[in-house]
């Protein structure tokens, strides 16, 4: 037939996935249902017979809601080779729920003649059973080649895509090889009985749109070699003209609409945004309302689709179509993927349109889709192709020098290999110098506007395997720098939490800007936003790692894995608007390593050794301190402070004494919890890395040996103002006695009964040590007098 295109393959190696043959429908016959009775160990199984044109009927089990007596259907007998996905698999005899069952009777996406796998084919009457499937829906055998495609190579989207780049291959192997398309030469304007005009106000939305008529058709079911064509890829022939619009989109990668000219009132073809709200039924029936930013193919008087994306209710051709306005148009590629994405729309239009299709491609593929349906449909070409083109797609001029060809592949190519293998991929040489090449890359290819590009599809072609292996390593010697040493300390600290039951997790930079609203700790204004989000989960860059956390939290908690300790390194990112400075883009811009920890849950749960018990933020607070140890700082030498906010219900800051924030800690509010449905309590840590490091910049990490001299351990209880927290007593005691003083430690608490009001007791332990001698008596009462007196006169402690 006609407007096939067909490629051999010489190696197939060059495919990600496989080819595979299909059709043939080899060992599948017509089968008649003569009993259908249910299965007696099964609630949706059937046991029927079949009787095949030939023999003694067969019994079959089928779990098909659909199978009724009576019924002409496609049945798989023993032997038959079906296939799901890439797994081949044989009908055996079997049983099935303890019942005999010989072949199978088969759905569409069993066969490959379509996707649906509801029930099973049900033919019509006239099937004669014993008759070969593949003599019944005429199908020969044929081959499917299933690649993978990378995001940036769009112009791989389509058939001609795949076998272009397969020719470029093939010839630079020495293989014969041509890439022709089908003629359109033929296309000829027949009359003007039916012009449509065509108006784009949005040409940056739409840099080019064409447009043709042709009158008189016959919308009927499509011959059986374009449905099969159709089906092999997956796609459910409709009628002969949409038919041919999804054979060229696959084929050619153009997407074609076929509007009925009878729906384009006002005889207008408008292409504009619609205002804001404004209602639109697309075809799945679904009413959607327009944003300003979506751009809509018009009549006159209202909207028939969704540019690149999708029809209109109304507007397509029909059975009672006798008329149609074929559309073959460049979308700009963001305003189709933004859409797309606000819709929630997803079609083999959009698909490509979004990627960039082949600009110049747009009148061939309306010249080939006109002559189609003249052949398929009957009617005739009644008018002028109207194409409003805002300005012709360019190529990309590309300087290519052999010298950088060679540095980045690692191997010197020969010149003439590098200008086959360009041109083969159809980029013009334009001027051609000792050094390089200036190249004009066609405009399909728009991954493929460096030199860099150029370079990785010279190797892609030339192939990876023949770049040999050097016999020897060139490198540099370099000296460890702040990275190396973050990166140590990072291990360092991994392991320390590891080892206290942590697990470590990674989530996406990218977050949800919803999170921040209302926020003064992190304000929305600070956001770091997407300009093209993938969606309004990941339309922005965290400014803290607590939503991560919490959203695994939220996740395993939601698993019945609700007692979890986690910590994460990561990258926070924050805008200020103050230091815009159109000069320096970057300049409002900063990012921040930081350390996170959460706990939530118990701490110890079902134990034969220990009664359950829950965390509490006064276990953070241990892991928190344990941190600090571990990189040299001493918490008696940082500043402690109280800390409330919209993160911490309650909480502590910690500072280094000339004001840097180091660590935050405490208990996460109960609105965020709420906001991702947290039942239990979460204690968060958050540690600026940075600033940690800076801090331990001068900080050496040393030992001593255990003193030989004992340690004396001195109580105090104190009355003291409920106000007054351990903190304070503990900065009063070390700056007391800063040599001696090894350890201040809180052991009871007291409020209620026979005390003051508005008063509270703290036990505290003093440890005191001298290194070089025993302390005696005389030593220590000197010691503890001078703390008892600072503690009266700076907090009003009393002696209990």
């Known amino acids: 037939k006609p407007y096939i295109v067909a490629f051999q393959v010489h190696n197939p190696a060059i495919f990600n996935k496989s080819i595979k043959e299909i059709g043939g429908l080899e060992g599948l016959v017509i089968g008649e249902v003569l009993t259908c009775e249910a299965h007696p160990n099964s609630d949706h199984m059937h046991i029927t017979t079949v009787n095949l044109g030939q023999g003694e009927p067969v019994q079959i089990v089928c779990g098909a809601p659909n199978v009724a007596a009576g019924q002409k259907v496609v049945v798989a007998t023993l032997g038959t080779k079906l296939y799901d996905g890439d797994e081949c698999f044989t009908i055996k005899k079997s ?15 069993e066969i490959g003649i379509g996707t649906d796998h509801a029930g099973i ?27 993978d495609i990378t995001p940036n190579r769009a112009d791989a989207c389509s058939h001609y895509g795949v076998a272009r780049d397969l020719y470029a291959y093939l010839i630079q192997n020495g293989k014969p090889a041509t890439l022709k398309k089908p003629s359109v030469e033929a296309f000829a304007v027949e009359n003007h009985d039916l012009d449509i005009k065509v108006t784009v106000e949005n040409s940056e939305a739409c840099p080019r749109y064409a447009g043709v008529t042709v009158k008189g058709v016959t919308v009927k079911e499509s011959p059986e070699w374009l ?10 022939p409709i009628n002969n003209v949409v038919d041919i619009t999804n054979y060229i989109v696959h084929a050619f990668g153009q997407p074609l609409h076929c509007f009925d000219a009878d729906k384009i009132k006002g005889g207008e073809v408008i292409v504009k945004t619609m205002p804001e709200g404004t ?3 697309t075809l799945d029936g679904v009413e959607r ?28 051709s029909t059975e009672t179509t006798k008329d149609v306005f074929l559309e073959s148009a460049y979308f700009h590629p963001t305003w189709v993927r933004k859409t797309a994405r606000r819709h929630g729309l997803n079609t083999d239009a959009s698909f490509r349109f979004e990627r960039g299709i082949d600009p110049n491609a747009t009148i061939y593929c309306l010249k080939l889709a006109a002559l189609m349906v003249k052949e398929l449909a009957g009617g005739t070409i009644s008018s002028e192709i109207k194409d409003v083109c805002a300005a012709p797609a360019k190529d990309f001029r590309v300087e290519l020098a052999y010298e950088k060809v060679n540095s980045l592949i690692g191997k010197v190519i020969p010149v003439d290999t590098i200008k086959s293998i360009v041109t083969s991929l159809e ?12 190249l004009d890359v066609p405009p399909y290819r728009v991954d493929v506007q460096r030199d860099c590009d150029v370079i990785e599809d010279i190797l892609r072609i030339y192939g990876y395997n023949n770049v040999e292996i050097p016999t020897t390593l060139k490198s540099c010697l370099t000296t460890k720098g702040e990275y190396d040493k973050s990166n140590k300390l990072q291990n360092l600290v991994a392991e320390q939490l590891v080892g206290c039951g942590f697990n470590e997790i990674l989530n996406n930079s990218l977050t949800r800007a919803a999170y921040y609203d209302n926020l003064e700790s992190y304000p929305s204004k600070n956001l770091v936003m997407l300009l093209n989000p993938l969606s309004a989960d990941l339309n922005a860059m965290r400014q803290t790692l607590l939503f991560g956390g919490l959203e695994s939290i939220s996740h395993n908690a939601n698993r019945k894995n609700a007692d979890l300790k986690f910590f994460e390194f990561g990258n926070c990112y924050h805008f200020n608007e103050e230091k815009k400075n159109p000069e320096k883009v970057l300049a409002a811009y900063s990012e921040d390593y930081h350390l996170g920890l959460w706990v939530t849950g118990k701490r110890v749960t079902n134990s034969w050794a220990h ?17 600090f140890a571990r990189l ?5 030498d940082l500043v402690v402070g109280n800390l409330t906010d919209d993160i911490y219900a309650a909480g502590l800051s910690v500072q280094t004494r000339g004001g840097k924030r180091l660590a935050t800690f405490g208990i996460v509010t109960k609105k965020l919890l709420k906001a991702l449905d947290i039942d239990n309590e979460v204690y968060y840590a958050d540690f600026n890395w940075k600033e940690l490091l800076k801090a331990i910049r001068n900080v050496k990490v040393s030992y001593t040996e255990i003193s030989k001299f004992p340690a004396v351990k001195r109580d105090l209880a104190l009355l003291l103002d409920k106000k007054v927290q351990f903190a304070e007593i503990e900065k009063i005691a070390y700056e007391t006695e800063k040599k001696l003083l090894k350890e201040v430690s809180l052991f009871d608490v007291y409020e209620g009964k026979n005390l003051e009001a508005g008063k509270k007791s703290y036990a505290v332990s003093f440890l005191l040590q001298d290194e070089n001698a025993t302390l005696n008596d005389k030593q220590i009462d000197k010691i503890m007098s001078k703390l008892v007196k600072n503690l009266e006169d700076k907090l009003n402690a009393k002696l209990r």
Request: charged fraction near 25%; glycine fraction near 8%; charge should be negative.
């Open 632 to 636: 040299g700082l001493h918490m008696h």
């Open 95 to 109: 049983k099935l729920r303890g019942v005999e069952s010989v072949g199978m009777i088969c759905a569409e996406d």
């Open 227 to 236: 449905q099969n064509k159709l089906r092999i890829i997956g796609l459910r």
């Open 611 to 627: 009664p359950d018990e829950n965390s509490s933020v006064y276990e953070l607070k241990a892991y928190v301190e344990n941190v």
């Open 289 to 316: 309302k327009l944003n300003e930013r979506d751009l809509m193919i018009c009549n006159k008087e209202e909207a028939m689709c969704i540019a690149g994306v999708f029809g209109g209710l109304d507007s397509g």
């Open 121 to 147: 084919i049900v033919l019509p009457e006239t099937a004669v059973p014993g008759t070969l499937a593949k003599d019944y829906y005429n199908i020969k055998s044929d081959y499917v080649l299933e690649v």
């Open 427 to 438: 980029m013009k040489i334009v001027d051609e110098t000792a050094e390089g090449l200036t």
């Open 279 to 281: 209602p639109f039924v």
